[in-house]
């Protein structure tokens, strides 16, 4: 698959790049990166020599020319990432197209890419497998741009790629498109092979369709929310989503809104502790799976507190759901359940590291005003260095499972 790859990069570099007209002095923001992240950062170089990285840097610097301004970006990026911090990356988007984007939006499940979202007249595609684009299959697709940031582990693909299926121009860097026209063949509900010719434009999702399943989980009811809670009585269960390590208290970082609005973890840290203990639950579902991270310390002083209520901790009666977009502060506070309760964890691997460089900030470059985030920490939150933390019980989700409203790995909690 590699050098199926790189036959169609060496394409595309023959016939498709052009003269870089830019106004940018992109050789001076090379240079100044070239100094000023591997100073910033903690210790960039844990993975890569300094010679990587000064080549690397030189090898863009020599082709500028001949680049447009999104071509060294995301020459920049993919050099950036190899150096094995997810937390340090370009700010590559700043450089998108707003014109060039499909009206499209994926996930992946246990068993293919699926459309979630689209514009109506593109409506026919909901609820479609993807199976090649413009010829070329999805697994090569995923090659490729899975260049485009750190691979910690096989959930940090599964994550970002949907992600990035909608960036017209990143086929065209690979070589996978040379119109705005995109023929995808498709798989429906019933196993039918079809094609559909979608045309990238601007964005508008004021205009999007999206699939609708027969119903809707318990776990994606709330799944906007910063957090929320359940007591499910049939089944003596205590459920706790915390989908963000961010409120009131401990605002999203660079958020210039009225803090007063957002929710109070300390509100909601009174509640949950209240609640438990005047309840005797059979069981308490701690529910990371949406969480991407933000500041542990509430998650740590809520885990703490619940872990010190005898009559909950106890075996088999915490549960800790994670998978693939639990990442960053999430990841602290998986580690804080595992350190201090019996918990059982259930769901996916996470994209995330226990120990991972982290707590970020950025340089912005001088000329192009491209930011880069570093990190300025090392989180070293277990003895073994493991690429990713692993659930006791592997539970994917299908899309028959999400089409039917069913959450298996829940669901599987609530059966023992």
């Known amino acids: 698959m590699r050098k199926y790859i790189l036959i169609l990069t060496i394409f595309f570099s023959f016939n498709a790049k052009s003269q870089n007209n830019s106004k940018i002095d992109w050789g001076a923001d090379l240079e100044y990166i070239k100094v000023e992240l591997p100073k910033k950062h903690i210790n960039f170089y844990h993975e890569k020599s300094e010679k990587d990285?000064?080549?690397?840097?030189?090898?863009?610097?020599?082709?500028?020319?001949?680049?447009?301004?999104?071509?060294?970006?995301?020459?920049?990026?993919?050099?950036?990432a190899s150096?094995?911090?997810?937390?340090?990356?370009?700010?590559?988007?700043?450089?998108?197209?707003?014109?060039?984007?499909?009206?499209?939006?994926?996930?992946?499940?246990?068993?293919?890419?699926?459309?979630?979202?689209?514009?109506?007249?593109?409506?026919?595609?909901?609820?479609?497998?993807?199976?090649?684009i413009n010829n070329i299959p999805i697994k090569a697709i995923i090659d490729s741009f899975s260049t485009l940031f750190t691979i910690d582990n096989n959930a940090i693909i599964k994550n970002k790629i949907p992600q990035l299926l909608p960036y017209a121009q990143l086929y065209r860097y690979f070589g996978i498109a040379k119109s705005d026209t995109f023929n995808y063949k498709l798989e429906n509900q019933k196993g039918e092979k079809f094609n559909d010719n979608i045309i990238c434009s601007s964005i508008d999702k004021n205009k999007w369709v999206a699939f609708k399943p027969d119903s809707v989980a318990l776990s994606a009811q709330n799944?906007?929310?910063?957090?929320?809670?359940?007591?499910?009585?049939?089944?003596?269960?205590?459920?706790?989503?915390?989908?963000?390590?961010?409120?009131?208290?401990?605002?999203?970082?660079?958020?210039?809104?009225?803090?007063?609005?957002?929710?109070?973890?300390?509100?909601?840290?009174?509640?949950?502790?209240?609640?438990?203990?005047?309840?005797?639950?059979r069981k308490l579902i701690f529910d990371l799976r949406s969480n991407s991270g933000g500041n542990s310390t509430p998650g740590t002083e809520l885990i703490k507190d619940i872990s010190l209520i005898n009559q909950i901790n106890q075996n088999g009666k915490?549960?800790?759901?994670?998978?693939?977009?639990?990442?960053?502060?999430?990841?602290?506070?998986?580690?804080?359940?595992?350190?201090?309760?019996?918990?059982?964890?259930?769901?996916?691997?996470?994209?995330?590291?226990?120990?991972?460089?982290?707590?970020?900030?950025?340089?912005?470059?001088?000329?192009?005003?491209?930011?880069?985030?570093?990190?300025?920490?090392?989180?070293?939150?277990?003895?073994?260095?493991?690429?990713?933390?692993?659930?006791?019980?592997?539970?994917?989700?299908?899309?028959?499972?999400?089409?039917?409203?069913?959450?298996?790995?829940?669901?599987?909690?609530?059966?023992?």
């Open 53 to 80: 990285f000064l080549q690397g840097i030189d090898k863009i610097s020599s082709s500028k020319d001949k680049l447009t301004d999104f071509e060294i970006t995301i020459k920049l990026q993919q050099l950036v």
């Open 83 to 132: 150096f094995g911090d997810m937390h340090t990356e370009t700010v590559w988007t700043q450089f998108l197209d707003k014109n060039k984007f499909l009206q499209l939006n994926f996930y992946w499940f246990s068993d293919g890419i699926y459309i979630f979202y689209t514009k109506d007249e593109y409506k026919e595609a909901l609820g479609s497998k993807v199976l090649e």
């Open 223 to 281: 799944s906007s929310a910063f957090f929320a809670d359940n007591i499910l009585k049939k089944e003596n269960v205590y459920y706790i989503q915390y989908n963000t390590c961010n409120s009131r208290e401990y605002p999203p970082y660079g958020f210039k809104g009225d803090t007063s609005k957002l929710p109070s973890i300390n509100d909601f840290h009174k509640k949950v502790i209240e609640t438990i203990k005047n309840n005797n639950f």
């Open 318 to 416: 915490i549960y800790v759901l994670i998978g693939r977009r639990t990442f960053s502060s999430a990841i602290n506070n998986a580690m804080d359940f595992k350190k201090m309760t019996q918990a059982i964890f259930v769901g996916e691997e996470t994209s995330g590291k226990p120990n991972c460089y982290g707590e970020i900030k950025f340089i912005k470059l001088p000329n192009s005003g491209l930011s880069v985030s570093y990190s300025t920490n090392y989180f070293k939150l277990y003895d073994k260095d493991l690429n990713t933390l692993t659930p006791d019980f592997i539970i994917d989700k299908s899309f028959k499972d999400y089409k039917e409203g069913r959450d298996p790995a829940f669901d599987w909690i609530l059966k023992q």
